[in-house]
């Protein structure tokens, strides 16, 4: 049974940060493209991030680009995302998920910013 299990988010000040991880199993993680995707409140899926194979190559969304890093651990099936300078637009439920729409996901962790 394929498994992304979210964990990290929280309630954190504008400009703070915070450290997102999601642990995979059931399925070869190193072979697989992965993504990490939000959802804010009241609006759709929007992709953040995408990393490769062996992480070497990263793409980023405009609103993330500078702030935000993805990267991944393939000997612990882990993929990370580093969220840096958080702004209150950056609110939303973050999933990661193993194709660029969010359709295979997690079951998500939420990233609340807020004074």
């Known amino acids: 049974e394929v498994q992304l299990v979210e964990s990290g988010g929280g309630l954190v000040q504008p400009g703070g940060s915070l450290r997102l991880s999601c642990a995979a199993s059931?399925?070869?993680?190193?072979?697989?493209?992965m993504y990490w995707v939000r959802q804010a409140p009241g609006k759709g899926l929007e992709w953040v991030a995408t990393?490769?194979?062996?992480?070497?190559?990263?793409y980023y969304a405009g609103s993330v680009k500078g702030r935000f890093t993805i990267s991944r651990d393939n000997a612990k099936n882990t993929l990370y995302l580093q969220l840096n300078s958080l702004k209150t637009e950056d609110t939303a439920m973050y999933y990661c998920?193993?194709?660029?729409?969010?359709?295979?996901r997690g079951q998500g962790t939420q990233v609340t910013v807020s004074s």
């Open positions: 059931g399925f070869t993680f190193g072979s697989s493209l």
């Open positions: 998920a193993r194709d660029s729409a969010g359709n295979l």
């Open positions: 990393i490769s194979l062996r992480g070497g190559t990263t």
